[in-house]
Structures are given as C-alpha cells and as structure tokens.
C-alpha cells in the first residue's frame, strides 16, 4: 500500500531534524571547550557582577556604544537629508540635475564603504590640503554619511513614484505649486512607504560604523569594535577574544529590536494595503 502524502511529508521531517540534531551533537562532542571558554568567555572580561566586578563591559557600554550611536545618528541623518536632495534631484526634469544625481548614486553605490572612509580619512584631506571638521573621526562619518545617502537616495526615489500620481495632481488642481505639492502631500506619504528600508538602512548603518576603526581614534572617540579590539591587545583579557564576544553582544542588542521593528513595519504596511 502506497504511503500517503501526509505521511511522507511527517517522515522526512523528521530525517530532517534527526540529521541536524546529530549534526549538532558532533559539533558539541568535537568542540574543545575549556579552550573556548578561556579565549572566548575569559572571567576577567565578564567579571562577576554578584561580586561588584562588572568586567570591561562598563567601558564597552559608556565609550564603545554610547560614541557608535553617536556616529550611526550623526551618519543617518545627514544621509538622510543629502538622500531627499539626490532623489528629488533623479526625479527632475531637468537633465543636467538628472544625471549629476545618478552619477552620483552610482559611484558611492560602487565603491566599498571602506575605500570612502579611508579616502575622505587621508586622500582627500591630503589631495586638498582640507582639514575636516572633527579631525581623523569626522572624516571617516563624512565618508559612511556619502554612501549612505547614495544608498537612501535610491530608496526614497522609490518611495516617491510609488506613490499614486492623482495625488499630485488633485494636489496641483487645488492650486498648489510644484515644489509645495512635492513636500507637502507626496514626501509624506513616500516617507510612510519607505519607513521599513531606512530602519534597515540604519541597522546597516550601526555596523558600518566598525569600519572607522581603520582611521584611528583618540580614548574617547573609540567606537565599538575598535575599543574591543584595544581591549583585546591590553587588558585583563589580552590575548583572547573575549572582548569581540562582548562588542558581538551589545551590537545583537542594538540590532536585534530594530530587525523586528522592520519586520513589524512591513507586515503592517502589508495589512494596510
């Protein structure tokens, strides 16, 4: 008697689980892990807190998070705004606005983000003979602010032609200009669609600031992964990578909440349509 469908679906379900619960259970019979707790999870980076030892997480938390958000909102929100310029810039009718906009979105879009920062870090600088402002550090957050916009650009350019075009036009047949029609009824509403990818914009955004470590900090300017890093080559738990295991903590901490809030985000959209 042949199987049923239902049946065969229940049988290599469960196959399925079987190889990867064995395939787990190799993984936790082969790993060495008193050498994985003492690189990884070393007592002097986590402290004991029922003790009044908190480790290096103070440091972590109050320099590396606190200077990390710092840079990510400074990046976004001047992205954000140079965005809005190239979009409406791709958008326009005149040509020559046209193509200095998709140029533009196309080259920062192209280049690594890291080749910008170190470029407008030390090239530009250099070439120019131009000091940027906030030395070394606000080089590096010009550089993530160039490739972020290109990047939102595109996304706000979307959201503005998805929006219905008899807005603009019942907009314009009450009398309203162009760029006041432009700001006023279709921004809103192309910002209300594209509320999702810029919250993912910014969670990349979060990350990307670990890119600056490249262009060297003072103390107190360290950002996340460069003050691990430091941590790493000269404190209790030098040697070993706990430090990295902490900086990877606090970021899925950051990231984690905003990764659900754009799932949330997308699903409401997708109810209101």
Same mark, same amino acid.
Request: glycine share 18%; aromatic share 0%; net charge positive.
């Given at each position: 008697m042949p199987m049923k469908r239902s049946t065969r679906r229940r049988l290599s379900r469960a196959v399925l689980y079987a190889v990867l619960l064995g395939l787990l259970v190799l993984v936790v019979l082969a790993a060495d892990w008193p050498t994985i707790r003492a690189n990884f999870f070393a007592p002097a980076g986590f402290g004991n807190p029922l003790q009044g030892d908190w480790g290096t997480w103070p440091d972590l938390i109050t320099v590396g998070v606190k200077n990390t958000l710092i840079y990510t909102v400074i990046a976004f929100v001047a992205g954000l705004a140079l965005a809005i310029v190239l979009a409406l810039m791709k958008l326009s009718p005149v040509g020559p606005y046209r193509w200095l906009a998709t140029g533009y979105i196309e080259f920062f879009r192209g280049l690594p983000a890291l080749l910008v920062v170190l470029l407008m870090a030390f090239g530009i600088p250099i070439a120019f003979q131009w000091?940027?402002?906030?030395g070394a550090v606000g080089a590096g957050v010009i550089g993530l602010i160039l490739v972020a916009g290109a990047y939102m650009a595109e996304t706000i *350019?979307?959201?503005?032609?998805?929006?219905?075009?008899?807005?603009?036009?019942?907009? *314009?047949?009450?009398?309203?200009?162009?760029?006041r029609t432009t700001l006023t009824v279709v921004l809103p509403q192309a910002f209300r669609i594209v509320i999702p990818p810029l919250t993912n914009e910014f969670v990349l955004l979060i990350k990307d600031t670990a890119l600056l470590f490249v262009i060297g900090f003072a103390a107190d300017q360290r950002e996340l992964t460069t003050l691990a890093r430091d941590f790493v080559a000269s404190s209790p738990t030098a040697g070993t990578s706990t430090s990295y295991i902490q900086a990877a903590i606090l970021y899925l901490l950051i990231t984690l909440p905003l990764t659900r809030l754009v799932a949330w985000l997308e699903r409401r959209q997708q109810r209101a349509r």
């Open positions: 000091t940027p402002p906030g *350019r979307a959201g503005i032609q998805a929006v219905p075009k008899g807005q603009s036009e019942a907009a *314009r047949s009450l009398g309203m200009s162009a760029g």
